[in-house]
């Protein structure tokens, strides 16, 4: 599912025909960058393509005082139809991405396991900044949004605190964890198994 698509086809057919500087300065106002996977560099890009599939026209261009010429785009019959399916597929998939430092854990290094504490010490205090911020600018926020507005911001602090949370209990475990980690004896490395090879018999 393309979140960027969502973003373009959603905001033109609820605002209307939008240039894509109108459709950058709204991804900023919402700060889309930091509770969906949005680049909002990549909006024009993303417009092109857009445009190139027919499910958004260019209906006129504008020029404002000195400012260069802008494209001023609206959503197509086709691109109401992606955007239904688009936005079925956002409400009902459920996406859990794998988090690269679950392997890396797995992963220890014994010569340095004296340092983990104080890895995991400066994640969790990156996490706890991380929802400060994400607290702070959804209060900030928070008078200005629609209730289903409210609730997709307060998802990312929600998963937050629960990222916070599974931490202080793993901060808890680290001392059995390099103990575990320091005292492990690794077996052979799995190989495949050969068939079986009977032996040849001989009659004398």
Partial sequence: MSSIRLFILGSLAQRGEMHGHQLKLLAEEERVHLWTDISVGGLYGALK??????????VRTEREGNFPA???????????EALGNLRGQGLSEFVLRPDPFDLA??????????????VIAAR????????RVSVEANDRARPHLSLAET?????????????????????DAIPNIVSDESTRVHGPLPHETLPHQPK????S
């Fill in 70 to 80: 802008r494209q001023i785009y609206a959503i197509t019959a086709s691109g109401l």
């Fill in 151 to 171: 609730f997709a911001l307060e998802h990312r602090e929600a998963r937050l605190r629960a990222e916070i949370d599974w931490h202080q209990r793993l901060v």
């Fill in 105 to 118: 854990l797995t992963r220890l290094d014994p010569d340095t396991l004296d340092q983990l504490p104080g």
């Fill in 124 to 131: 969790t205090a990156l996490l706890d900044e991380l929802l």
């Fill in 200 to 203: 040849d018999s001989y009659t």
């Fill in 49 to 58: 393509r857009l445009l190139s599939e027919g499910l958004i026209v260019d």
